[in-house]
């Protein structure tokens, strides 16, 4: 019988491990599944010092699946690294949830003069931020005055919904460097997208993305609690669904734009999408990624009862090379945790055609 159920543990192992390359698109449930990796490495732990106690040999298939497997234990989880040369381009992301401002009932939290006084105080060259609000009609909430013009930096504001006059949300770069041209990558009229700027660093230039592909639209608050989670997984599940099968589609438009790019690209934001999915390994196959190369601990970048999420990513193309990675946990004014990074690089800057694989 433990014969059995080990050898099905590793097959069932190396199917899942090798399932995050199936799009959603094809297989809608299959995004659910790699949920489960994390899981499965643990079990497979477990067995192989069982089997290994109890002299059996075959503690060697939870082993192999393991090393199998180690790619996730890298994207799971970094030992604290020693800091580079902190010199060099820096860069920030954040999902600032429309500034602490309530849509439903049109009234501003707390948060709001603390999230506003410390992005102007952070000293990144270039910010990156989705679910970006804009009013200028009230001067305490024209972001785009208080965050680019009195702070010296240039500014690609991308609206979703609203009017340039009026309120109004959507996506925003902002730079210390010069902006030589901008634009949308795609637009889903709700709360989504993806825009890119052209940044001329000195006498480099770096096509930088800014990403909020599809969200889960869960009410983490309804899943603080078991008699909540019996009343709404159905949904939630429906949701996970739907959201992942989206997803899969915005990255194959994403991808396509990233490839015809001019410039070496760098890119960061919300992907509504953990570790263990199609959308994180694709992006992880073409360019590396920030937390995996210089982050420390879990690196987790969701605010709320689903702490253990990590959702924002940067990612990168050589030959750029990352100095320093940083969540910045002690910033909870969002449902999301700030993420920066810093970046140098060997001139001149030159785009890489040849795709990395590393798997």
Same mark, same amino acid.
């Given at each position: 019988?433990? =014969? *059995?159920? &080990? ?10 491990? #090798?399932?995050? #390359? ?22 497979? !732990? ?6 290994? /106690? ?71 060259? @270039? ?60 637009? &889903?009229? =709700?709360?989504?997208?993806? +825009?890119? !700027?052209? @940044? ?28 909540? +989670? ?15 099968? &989206? =997803? ?22 919300? *992907? ?5 999915? #199609?959308?994180? /390994? ?15 601990? /879990? ?11 990590? +959702? ?14 940083? &969540? ?14 810093? /970046? ?16």
């Amino acid at each position: 019988m433990i =014969r *059995f159920i &080990t050898v099905l543990l590793f097959l069932i192992s190396v199917a899942l491990f #090798y399932s995050v #390359y199936i799009s959603p698109e094809f297989f809608p449930y299959i995004g659910l599944i790699t949920l489960t990796i994390p899981l499965l490495l643990f079990i497979n !732990a477990l067995f192989f010092f069982l089997l290994l /106690f109890a002299k059996r040999k075959l503690a060697i298939l939870p082993l192999l699946a393991i090393l199998l497997g180690w790619k996730y234990v890298g994207i799971t989880f970094q030992m604290p690294k020693v800091s580079g040369n902190s010199d060099g381009l820096s860069i920030l992301s954040y999902n600032v949830a429309l500034f602490s401002y309530d849509r439903n009932n049109g009234d501003w939290r707390e948060n709001n003069k603390n999230i506003m006084k410390w992005l102007q105080e952070n000293p990144s060259d @270039i910010k990156c931020f989705q679910e970006f609000y804009q009013d200028p009609t009230t001067p305490s909430r024209n972001a785009l005055k208080l965050l680019g013009t009195e702070m010296g930096y240039e500014y690609s504001y991308q609206i979703i919904e609203g009017k340039p006059r009026a309120r109004s949300y959507g996506m925003a770069i902002f730079s210390r460097y010069p902006i030589i041209n901008e634009g949308k990558v795609l637009d &889903t009229q =709700r709360n989504n997208g993806a +825009i890119f !700027a052209d @940044i001329k660093v000195d006498r480099d230039t770096i096509r930088i993305y800014n990403a909020h592909l599809e969200s889960m639209s869960i009410d983490s608050e309804n899943l603080n609690n078991l008699t909540g +989670i019996k009343e709404n997984y159905r949904e939630t599940l429906r949701k996970l669904k739907r959201g992942q099968f &989206t =997803r899969a589609s915005q990255l194959g438009v994403l991808e396509e734009h990233m490839k015809n790019s001019p410039y070496v690209n760098l890119l960061v934001g919300d *992907f509504n999408d953990v570790p263990y999915s #199609y959308t994180y /390994f694709n992006l992880r196959r073409q360019m590396k990624n920030a937390f995996e190369e210089a982050g420390s601990g /879990f690196g987790f970048t969701y605010n709320k009862v689903l702490f253990f999420l990590r +959702i924002d990513n940067i990612f990168f193309e050589e030959p750029l090379r990352i100095q320093g990675f940083k &969540t910045h946990r002690e910033v909870d004014y969002s449902d999301h945790y700030p993420i920066s990074a810093t /970046f140098n690089w060997q001139k001149p800057l030159v785009k890489i055609q040849e795709i990395i694989l590393e798997d």
